[in-house]
């Protein structure tokens, strides 16, 4: 794919990322007000998901017509242009929904196996990490990198979880870093803590199972913010979720480590 079309199409999606961050944070706003259903234990889904869900699709079909849209709430739309956005429209609904000001709207662009665009919008503190493959990682218009020169002892990893795995491996993972001499820390949104991986905030960040809408965009971030993650091919991942470890370069290998021992189901 020409990198002008990438280019353009990295230039839509952070303008349609910031315009559904506006509209989820009006929606935060009165989150007491909103209607909310239980899809199942301690995963739930609001009007504002689906809402914000639908503003992106339109936006995207609009602007980049021929491209597909695979999203968390509503049917794939499939695109001619191999070219394919994956959305969340926000991740940490439960945080969300409680009126804690922890999640994020996300967006990745994909093309054949690789993810080529990720962007995950914070607009509850005024930040978009944003990025395209080989062009480096920002929040806003910030150079953002990994933390450097660290050991597990000298930082936070991110430790996700959701009642798609079991719930030893999260309690098993959380006793081998404390173990370790290492801080864990969750904050209910695996996107956001993977920014915070990108931009130095957490030394690593791992989750048993991560959907495709969850972990795509943060991925690349963590990537071209210097960091190391595991090789995954995206449509594999838009098709069945699977497994993320990010991390720093110097922890990345400790890290994989504990949490390769941490989860059951582990390859």
């Given at each position: ?9 990295y ?7 910031s ?50 849209i ?26 969300f ?8 709207v996300v ?5 054949g ?9 914070d607009?509850?503190?005024?930040q978009?990490?944003?990025c ?38 999260i ?24 920014a ?8 690593g ?15 690349l ?47």
């Amino acid at each position: 794919m020409d990198l002008r079309d990438i280019d353009r199409r990295y230039d839509v999606a952070r303008r349609i990322a910031s315009e559904a961050g506006a509209l989820a944070r009006d929606y935060f706003l009165r989150f007491d007000a909103l209607r909310v259903e239980v899809k199942s234990h301690q995963d739930f889904v609001s009007e504002a998901d689906k809402a914000v869900e639908l503003f992106i699709r339109d936006a995207l079909a609009r602007e980049l017509p021929d491209d597909g849209i695979v999203g968390e709430e509503h049917a794939p739309s499939a695109g001619d242009s191999g070219f394919t956005w994956v959305i969340d429209p926000i991740d940490g609904t439960t945080n969300f929904v409680h009126g804690i000001p922890a999640w994020t709207v996300v967006l990745a662009g994909v093309a054949g196996p690789r993810t080529e665009i990720g962007i995950i919008d914070d607009p509850m503190h005024g930040q978009q990490f944003h990025c395209r493959r080989g062009g480096g990682a920002y929040a806003n218009a910030r150079p953002i990198s990994v933390l450097r020169g660290r050991t597990l002892q000298n930082g936070s990893v991110g430790i996700g979880f959701s009642g798609r795995t079991p719930a030893a491996d999260i309690t098993r993972l959380v006793s081998a870093v404390v173990d370790a001499g290492g801080v864990f820390y969750r904050n209910g949104s695996g996107a956001l803590s993977l920014a915070y991986v990108a931009s130095g905030r957490l030394l690593g960040y791992a989750e048993a199972h991560m959907n495709a809408w969850d972990c795509l965009a943060g991925q690349l971030l963590v990537a071209e913010a210097g960091g190391c993650v595991e090789d995954q091919d995206a449509q594999q991942m838009i098709a069945e979720g699977g497994r993320v470890i990010a991390a720093a370069p110097e922890v990345f290998g400790a890290y994989r480590g504990l949490a390769l021992s941490a989860f059951a189901r582990a390859p």
